[in-house]
């Protein structure tokens, strides 16, 4: 695989902007092969994503902070720089269901899906011989009403412990406490088996069930403090009808679920998603 720099930025909108950022790069030799721009005439902010080929550039990596400042300075720019080749450490909560995460396995397996799986943290033990027989490691980690946040303080350790970059809860069915969300912001990812925001909570195919609703849903969201309200990253629906129980339409929406999910993961691993408020931008 080619060795790519992908540069996000962000910024006021202005004139210039991306005649100075690309002058910027050019002037060093780089070359872009994808680009894409977003301006958002509601917040008067302008989104860049540009994936530039690492050894075109005439200056080590590590020197491009300082290079680039001058610039960012001017436009007021908010940036960010990754490597395509260093994949994200990814770590995956799961209860009982497994659908998801066998799905993520799959995919990883594969290679469709870019990432480095370093563990598998579960409130429950059922699953543990199957993440074994992947080869990575599993943590237990019971969560009871008596034991507060103690439970999340050790999956907080462990995140640390094995340098994840990114925290998948693949039908984790526990709400994270708010210091946990709040210490990894924009690096939590859930998979809501509904449309949001309708159906928050639990049970959302039952719900789905007494308002006879005609589509449902699943949606890739950021974890915050607030539940299943974080910032969307992919959504996606199939459709029901009067004769589906809920027991049907938690089978159909399992696979809509697998799907979002898995796009979703791939969105932020390729640095495609950008944060903006309770807002986010997929350069998809």
């Known amino acids: 695989m080619e060795d790519t720099l992908i540069l996000t930025m962000s910024c006021p909108d202005r004139v210039g902007v991306i005649a100075a950022v690309t002058g910027f790069?050019?002037?060093?030799?780089?070359?872009?092969?994808?680009?894409?721009?977003?301006?958002?005439?509601?917040?008067?902010?302008?989104f860049l994503r540009q994936a530039i080929r690492k050894d075109s550039l005439d200056f080590p990596?590590?020197?491009?902070?300082?290079?680039?400042?001058?610039?960012?300075?001017?436009?007021?720019?908010?940036?960010s720089l990754s490597r395509s080749r260093v994949r994200?450490?990814?770590?995956?909560?799961?209860?009982?269901?497994?659908?998801?995460?066998?799905?993520?396995?799959?995919?990883?397996?594969?290679?469709?899906?870019?990432?480095?799986?370093?563990?598998?943290?579960?409130?429950?033990?059922?699953?543990?011989?199957f993440v074994a027989w992947h080869g990575v490691p599993f943590h237990y980690v019971p969560v009871t009403p008596e034991s507060g946040e103690a439970p999340f303080a050790e999956i907080g350790r462990i995140f640390e412990e094995v340098r994840?970059?990114?925290?998948?809860?693949?039908?984790?069915?526990?709400?994270l406490p708010p210091f946990l969300c709040a210490r990894y912001p924009g690096r939590i990812i859930n998979i809501h088996h509904s449309f949001l925001p309708s159906f928050v909570g639990s049970r959302p195919y039952h719900q789905a069930y007494e308002r006879g609703v005609k589509l449902i849903g699943a949606t890739c969201h950021y974890v915050t403090t607030d539940l299943d309200a974080g910032p969307?990253?992919?959504?996606?629906?199939?459709?029901?009808?009067?004769?589906?129980?809920?027991?049907?339409?938690?089978?159909?929406?399992?696979?809509?679920?697998?799907?979002?999910?898995?796009?979703g993961l791939r969105y932020h691993v390729e640095d495609r998603v950008v944060i903006h408020g309770n807002r986010t931008l997929v350069f998809s």
């Open 61 to 79: 990596i590590e020197d491009f902070p300082r290079l680039i400042e001058p610039l960012a300075r001017s436009f007021e720019l908010s940036w």
């Open 25 to 46: 790069l050019a002037g060093h030799g780089g070359w872009i092969t994808e680009a894409n721009y977003h301006a958002d005439a509601g917040s008067g902010w302008f």
């Open 164 to 175: 994840g970059d990114v925290m998948v809860l693949a039908r984790y069915m526990r709400i």
């Open 232 to 263: 969307i990253i992919d959504q996606d629906v199939i459709r029901v009808d009067h004769g589906d129980s809920p027991e049907e339409m938690a089978r159909l929406g399992r696979d809509i679920e697998k799907i979002v999910l898995a796009r």
């Open 88 to 129: 994200k450490r990814t770590v995956i909560l799961v209860s009982r269901q497994d659908h998801c995460l066998s799905d993520l396995f799959h995919r990883f397996r594969t290679g469709e899906l870019d990432i480095e799986i370093v563990a598998v943290i579960s409130n429950h033990p059922d699953l543990e011989s």
